[in-house]
Structure formats: C-alpha cells, structure tokens
C-alpha cells in the first residue's frame, strides 16, 4: 500500500499550525531500538515544556493531558485502536498513519481495505478526531520513526479489572487486531479481516 502524497483528510483530524520546536528537540533525544518499536505512554520531562502547555491548554481544556512517543521500525497496520479523547501526533521525520472511521466497524469487525494511508511530513503534528481509527505510525522509505504521542491522562495505563467490552484493551483504549499481530497472540479481540497492510 502507498502512501497518500497528501496529508489528513478532515474527516480524521486535522493539522495544528504551532510551533513544537521544544516539544522536537527533547523528542529528537529519545531511543530508536533496533528492531520493533519503543511506545512511552507518558514523560513527564515534557511536562514544563511550553508545547505541552500549550497542548493541555488547546487540546484538553486543562482536563490532564499525558506526553509520550512512539519510536520504531513498524511498517505494517498490525491493529486498529481508538480513544475517546483526541490525539495529537507530532512526526519528527516523515511518516506514515493508517486510519479508518468508527462508521467503518461494522458488527464489531472491519476490513482492512477501508484503512487509508496518509503521509505526515516530518513537524507537522496532527490531531486526530476521538473514536478516529489508528495504531503505530509506519516508515516510509525505510527510515525509522520518531512521533511524539499527547492523549488524556492515563490512557493506556493497564486495566485494574476485566471489561465486559471484548475490544477495551488498555485504559481509554479500544483494539481491534489482525490475527498476525502480536496483540492477537496475546489475547486481543481479533477484529481485522483482509490483509495486514504493508507501507513499501
């Protein structure tokens, strides 16, 4: 699957024009592993940062806002998550988001070919919509990622008790996967059907 040459339809989300640049530079610090991803749910070194001031301020209303990052090699769609909460998504080099829409599950299933690919040029930071479908950025052209992660405070913080919803995985997050994920081995809702997408 390719990428689109263009950014986030306004359906998703859409692109926040500030300047991140100190949210960048402690971002352009944190580890990329060598295989895999690294996922940070929240660093709090970010917290006296004038973009995440501004971002609790903007995005969350002061309502509690976590900064994390995700950081890796992923190229493939693997699972699809959602929040009820925004997420902003900041791309230190250029990358790629898979999304789909809450209308796209259909009997608490969706099919990968309603998954969209959308290119992120390296600053910008987008926001995507609550409920709007997600998981891990992807590569493009084979260059490993960094992307800064701002969502309400304890998402995914682990569940203190068993849900009776089967796709509530963590905290605030809702997982759908692809039976060839890692997720699906360890035990998470197999909702994906159709192909595990590929970014080349």
């Known amino acids: 699957m390719q990428a689109k040459s263009t ?11 500030h300047d991140f640049s100190d949210l960048i530079e402690y971002l352009e610090t944190t580890p990329i592993p060598e ?48 929040h009820a909460c925004p997420e902003v ?6 990358l790629v988001l898979l999304l789909a829409l809450p209308s796209d599950i259909e009997n608490g299933r969706i ?26 950025p992807c590569m493009e052209n084979n260059v490993p990622f960094r992307c800064g992660i701002f969502l309400a405070d304890g998402t995914n913080k682990d569940l203190e008790e068993k849900p009776s919803n089967r796709l509530l995985w963590k ?21 994906i059907d159709g192909e595990n997408i590929e970014i080349q």
């Open 35 to 82: 295989f895999g991803n690294v996922y940070v749910r929240d660093d709090e070194k970010m917290h006296d940062l004038p973009g995440f001031k501004f971002l609790n301020e903007k995005i969350f209303g002061f309502n509690g806002m976590e900064s994390g990052y995700c950081n890796g090699n992923n190229k493939r769609l693997n699972c699809l998550e959602f």
């Open 171 to 191: 905290q605030n997050k809702w997982l759908l996967a692809h039976k060839d994920s890692n997720q699906a081995s360890l035990g998470a809702y197999i909702g």
């Open 89 to 94: 998504d900041i791309a230190l080099v250029d």
């Open 111 to 136: 099919h990968s070919r309603k998954v969209k690919a959308f290119h992120i040029k390296k600053g910008e930071a987008v926001v995507l919509y609550p409920y709007v479908l997600h998981f891990s």
């Open 7 to 17: 950014s986030i339809d306004k359906e998703y989300g859409y692109v926040l024009d």
